[in-house]
Structures are given as structure tokens and as C-alpha cells.
């Protein structure tokens, strides 16, 4: 195995299981009102996240929250540094007037994809309160933009990487530096 190749487990199947129970009890501890509850999930793993915690939220108290998509890619300031993929569609399923938006995105390293999703945001509208979750907060933050929500802290290198694999689309489930 080349250096390349080696993972190390961060979070196992397991233990994302209890932090993404932990962040769950976390967004119901701090929202006024569930009913007001928007989770907005960033391509591509912030997108299945938000779904995972959509689910999670419901078995803990039976309501369903809405759940949708924002794609910053047009608000990046960075376009020219980071890699193109195909863009995915922004679905934002009820007006932001009034909601508190949980912006949910599974690691943050400069803070510019954040950034630019707030951006794309208002675009929509004006929310009464943004919020921010990530699995993952690895440092190196470019801008000042903290997340109100973290499931675990990496400081890592700034060629490392983290890697949140679910079972639906990966086959196996956990987190991982490489």
C-alpha cells in the first residue's frame, strides 16, 4: 500500500451514527420552532447529510422538517482554483422569510464554499437566522466562518483530505482521512 493509498478511520459507521445523533439533539436544542426549521444541504455530501439528519429528526420527534439543495458554484470567488463538477440543481422547496436555515456541508476547510452558499442563499430571500453544520471542521479557514454545529475538530495538512462515506452512495459508511 503506497502512502496515496492509506485511510485512516476518523469516524467509524458507529461512531458518525452517535455524532450525527449528537448534532440532531444539537439543531433541536437551538431552533425556536421546528416548524420553522429549514435544512439546506451543499453538493454533494452536504446534500446526503441533510437527508440522513432530515431522517434523524423525524425519529426523534415525529415531525417532517423541509429539506433542500443550494449550489454556490456561481458565487465562488475561487472558480479558477477549485475543481469543476457538474452543477446540481438548487431546490429550495418554501420561502426563507422567517425559517432558521441549518446550512449543512460535511467538512469545512477555507470556508469559501460556505461563503458562497450564504450568497446563493439570500439570493432566495432572507431567512430569519442561518446556521451552519459540518461533520468535519479541518482549520486552515481562509475566511472567519465557524460552524454552529461541528461533529469532530481534524486540524489536518492542507494536502490531506476527509472523506464522508455513506452507505447509500459509497457501499460502506464512516469517515476518513486519506
Known sequence: MTKKDQKIVV???VELKKTLSQ???EILKEVNSIDDLLLVGIPTRGVELAEVLEKEIFSKTGFNVSLGTID???YRDDQDRVETRLMKATDIPIP????EIVLIDDVIFTGRTIRAAINALCSWGRPKRIMLLTLVDRGHRELPIQPDFCGRKIITSKNECINLRLKKIDGDE????E
Open 174 to 177: 464512516g469517515v476518513f482521512l
Open 72 to 74: 454556490p458554484t456561481f
Open 96 to 99: 426563507l422569510e422567517k425559517k
Open 23 to 25: 448534532l440532531t439533539n
Open 11 to 13: 469516524l467509524t459507521e
